[in-house]
């Protein structure tokens, strides 16, 4: 049985046998590809209604705020109105001129030369080239020029990533005009750059790297863009010079450090760092590039093509906290990943680009819209028998809602591609296509993946080399007629098929790439499994909780993206018992026409056989996707250990009120985190946080009156004194004094009722230091029930 999962796993080494074309391609544009059926049509409409129903008054009233212009409506709520205002507003430029250039709908195009036409009357108020509704931004922006800079993981001068921010609307400006060849937003695109190389002109090197330590987006991509735009030198410069050097740097040395980062500020850093180089034909920072890519893709990855937890890099070695947390791949990593993959695979021209490309399509951003309201998924846990969270329209404004409407409007970029006289189809999604460059168009006809055959048909004649992908997954051989006559095929799997010849209108091409079930492992080779039928994951539906009732739509708070209900006793969730992978026998297909697939007789924990289905077609329910496998004769001791497990991780859930991860990213700023002269950094694998000064959270009592307060240290920090305060009142004061060993451990506070607020359920706690001291350093913070 080993010999079947060395090769299914392949998958994570993403066909490595793949050869080059040998020289730069490019996708075929969205405007020259339409999508005509099949699940990717259906989600590009779903989203279509989902654009429209978004209200740009209330997107564009934050921009008009901060413009000191009238506002007419109000923002949106959640993150749209708590720090990162606006964000939304820039995501939805680019949605909305992805929709226009892949549908040709002008109802989208109105809305797009309205939002544009708007936003200029607020960079016209602001009078620099200035365009954003980051609160407070005039103060913050006059501090960073002078040279103030205040730089944390998230926070920049006591702002929630300001440069990240503004990047939304910068690109959005930045695809207005590429997609729709809207020549204002050109021109406030290079007002907008002007501004930013004003202001950075005032900082040497060192301030500027310092000011990158906070997340700033794809900021040097998008610089990169305007010089490509512009030709203007000038501008590639600063894009270089907006590049995170501490990430960059130990990547040029081919050296893995990435354990501990958070996983969406580096990506796209590094789609930036790929797109300089292709400008500039720069093989070192490309290589750089790619490194990346292979240490996130074939060490860090899991089946559907996503990455992190808690949104953080996990170590390569060790995926235990993939299957149990519920914070499990972020949309946006992979919205990020496939944009890198496709820059690299448009410079080299390696086939493991797609491979990964097509697996992250088709099951992880495929799979995080709701196929009826549209509504969009955060995070996808791992976690057996856990659920999705998904976005309401007027609520949800979280960073996956800006990079998911964005998703499901570009569903035709890379199916086909283009180089000299060549032209390759990449990925079986129906469709047609015009090749501009030869005044050729094609179609294609595909149930991909309910059917493993599609029929290519060519519509114009002509003299060209048609190249058609040989997946990796394809198990057996591929099989190939042009207008019903077989051709021998000398490709192998991973490679393209050559089809050289003198073609006439009408000429047909059927392909059929047969696949196989077959199992994948974590890449770190702990027992868990995924199900897979071709590139396509697999999962089952999986039973509430005895009278369980779960919302799947997310409200208005900052972690309503989370689902937080009940966790699974993962002695309950769905298992394999087995003797290694021998399970995959008992898996079998039920229905020829759609992919449904039966566990029928196969040893498990369930009192039924399973239904699995597409991953993506998966919604409204708990599910499992990673399945567990473990020897019948270890079985009931295993049992007996995941059943204490459960029972203290339980007791735990049931008896906290609210919980931070400090020195994470997105939990703090979901705590509305502030601080003064404060870190955070990694030790091991446990983030934490101190300060010189102080530094703060907000808690949720959740109206218990007599709660605790639990804070978790490291044994060696020594000489440590500061204060703990409730809204400011005194609770304690703590010392450390470092003489508990190399080992976390936790010390609980119960916080007396009369410092608890009388008029909210919301506390706020500071952490401050002595003179000459430090506070913390913090590794966890846990509110508790009495």
């Not at 196929?371 to 969009?376: F, N, Q, R, S």
């Not at 995070?379 to 499901?408: D, K, L, Q």
């Not at 997310?554 to 966790?567: C, E, K, N, T, V």
Request: proline content about 4%; hydrophobic content about 35%.
């Amino acid at each position: 049985m080993k010999k079947l999962v060395l090769k299914v796993l392949l998958f994570v080494a993403f066909s490595y046998s793949s050869i080059s074309v040998g020289t730069p391609l490019q996708a075929i544009p969205l405007t020259d590809v339409r999508i005509t059926d099949g699940p990717f049509l259906h989600a590009q409409q779903t989203n279509l209604s989902y654009l429209l129903a978004m209200d740009p008054e209330r997107l564009l009233a934050p921009y008009r705020r901060e413009a000191n212009l009238p506002v007419n409506t109000e923002s949106y709520p959640n993150w749209e109105n708590t720090g990162l205002d606006g964000h939304i507003g820039g995501h939805y430029l680019t949605a909305l001129s992805l929709m226009y250039a892949s549908t040709g709908d002008k109802e989208v195009l109105a809305r797009l030369n309205y939002m544009v036409a708007e936003l200029a009357k607020c960079q016209q108020q602001h009078g620099n080239g200035y365009l954003g509704a980051v609160p407070d931004g005039t103060r913050i922006w006059k501090e960073i020029a002078a040279g103030n800079i205040q730089a944390d993981l998230f926070t920049l001068n006591q702002s929630w990533v300001p440069w990240y921010n503004l990047h939304k609307v910068f690109s959005g400006l930045r695809d207005a005009y590429l997609y729709t060849d809207n020549q204002q937003a050109k021109t406030m695109l290079i007002e907008f750059s002007d501004w930013m190389l004003a202001l950075s002109n005032k900082l040497n090197d060192q301030q500027l790297q310092t000011m990158l330590r906070t997340e700033y987006g794809g900021l040097n991509e998008t610089l990169a863009d305007v010089y490509q735009i512009t030709g203007e030198q000038k501008y590639l410069t600063l894009a270089r010079r907006y590049t995170d050097m501490s990430l960059l740097t130990p990547l040029l040395a081919q050296q893995d450090k990435l354990n501990g980062l958070h996983a969406n500020t580096q990506i796209p850093k590094i789609v930036g760092v790929a797109r300089i180089a292709s400008l500039a034909n720069d093989h070192s920072w490309l290589a750089s590039a790619d490194y990346f890519w292979q240490q996130v893709v074939t060490k860090r990855s899991v089946s559907i093509g996503g990455n992190s937890v808690r949104e953080h890099f996990h170590p390569s070695e060790d995926f235990s906290s993939m299957v149990k947390d519920v914070e499990g791949p972020e949309t946006c990593n992979t919205y990020n990943m496939l944009k890198l993959s496709k820059l690299l695979y448009q410079q080299k021209g390696e086939l493991n680009y797609l491979d990964y490309y097509e697996r992250a399509l088709f099951n992880h951003i495929l799979s995080s819209q709701h196929p009826v309201h549209g509504g969009l998924v955060y995070f996808t846990p791992m976690r057996p028998n856990h659920y999705r969270m998904y976005s309401a329209v007027s609520e949800g404004m979280w960073c996956c809602v800006g990079s998911g409407i964005e998703n499901h409007s570009k569903y035709g970029e890379m199916i086909y591609s283009a180089g000299d006289n060549q032209f390759y189809i990449n990925l079986f999604i129906d469709s047609q296509v015009n090749w501009a460059a030869k005044n050729i168009r094609f179609s294609q006809t595909t149930a991909f993946p309910d059917s493993d055959s599609s029929k290519i048909v060519i519509h114009d004649s002509g003299k060209f080399a048609l190249n058609i992908r040989y997946p990796a997954w394809v198990n057996h051989n591929i099989e190939l007629s042009v207008n019903g006559k077989p051709v021998a095929i000398s490709a192998r799997p991973g490679q393209y098929i050559t089809l050289d010849r003198e073609w006439q209108a009408g000429d047909e091409i059927n392909v059929r790439v047969p696949m196989q079930t077959t199992l994948e492992q974590l890449p770190d080779q702990s027992n868990y499994y995924s199900i897979l039928h071709g590139p396509i994951v697999l999962a089952a539906k999986t039973l509430p909780f005895a009278n369980e009732t779960l919302n799947f739509i997310a409200d208005s708070s900052r972690m309503g993206h989370i689902a937080q209900g009940p966790l699974c006793d993962l002695t309950e969730a769905p298992l394999f018992i087995s003797d290694g992978d021998s399970f995959l026998q008992h898996i079998k297909r039920t229905d020829s026409e759609k992919l449904r697939f039966s566990t029928t007789d196969a040893s498990m924990n369930q009192s039924a056989p399973l239904e699995l289905i597409p991953f993506f077609r998966l919604h409204d329910s708990r599910y499992t996707l990673y399945f567990p496998q473990v020897n019948g004769k270890d079985w009931q001791a295993q049992k007996q250990q995941l059943q204490l497990v459960a029972q203290r991780e339980k007791a735990l859930a049931e008896n906290t009120l609210d919980v931070i991860a400090p020195g994470q990213q997105q939990p703090e700023a979901d705590h509305f985190f502030e601080g003064q002269n404060s870190e955070a950094g990694i030790n091991g694998r446990r983030h934490w946080r101190h300060a010189h000064d102080w530094f703060s959270y907000r808690l949720n009592t959740k109206g218990e009156t007599n709660p605790v307060l639990r804070l978790t240290y490291f044994g060696l920090d020594k000489d440590r004194r500061f204060d703990i305060l409730i809204d400011n009142k005194l609770l304690t004061s703590v010392s450390l004094s470092g003489d508990k060993g190399a080992t976390f451990y936790s010390v609980d506070y119960p916080i007396p009722s009369h410092l608890l607020p009388t008029d909210s359920h919301y506390l706020r706690i500071t952490f401050k230091a002595h003179k000459d001291s430090i506070a913390g350093g913090l590794y966890g913070i846990r509110l508790l029930k009495h």
